[in-house]
C-alpha cells in the first residue's frame, strides 16, 4: 500500500456512529407491605411492570409484591443516576415519603445537579 491509497482523514472510511444517549432514572416503587425499594432503570414503568409480575424483578419482592410506582427522577446519565440512587437510599423512611410526596428536594450533587423530578 503506497501513502496516496490511505484516506487523508482517518474518519472517511468509518464515519462516526452517533449513538442515541440514553435517559436514565432513579426510581421508588412501593411494596403492598409499605416499604419502599429504589433502583434505577431507563424504563422505569417496564422495570415496575417486571418487579410487579415477578417476572425478572428484583428480590425485595419475594416477600411483598410490587404496588406502585411512586417516585422517579431524571438524570443525565448512568454516573448520574447511580448517584443519586445512593443518595436515595440513604434516606431515612420518612424524608423519602416527603421526597414522594413533593415536600422534599434532593440536594444538588457537586458534578452536576439533581435531575427533573417527576412523580407518579
Known sequence: MNEASMP????????AVSTPLKTWWVYMVRAENGHLYTGIST???????????GKRGA?????????ALVWRLCCADHSEALRQEIVVKRLKKKTKEELIRGGYTLPALIDGGAGSDINS
Open 43 to 53: 424504563d422505569p414503568e417496564r422495570r415496575f411492570q417486571q418487579h410487579a409480575s
Open 8 to 15: 487523508s482523514d482517518s474518519n472517511e472510511h468509518s464515519p
Open 59 to 67: 428480590r425485595f419482592f419475594n416477600r411483598s409484591p410490587a404496588q
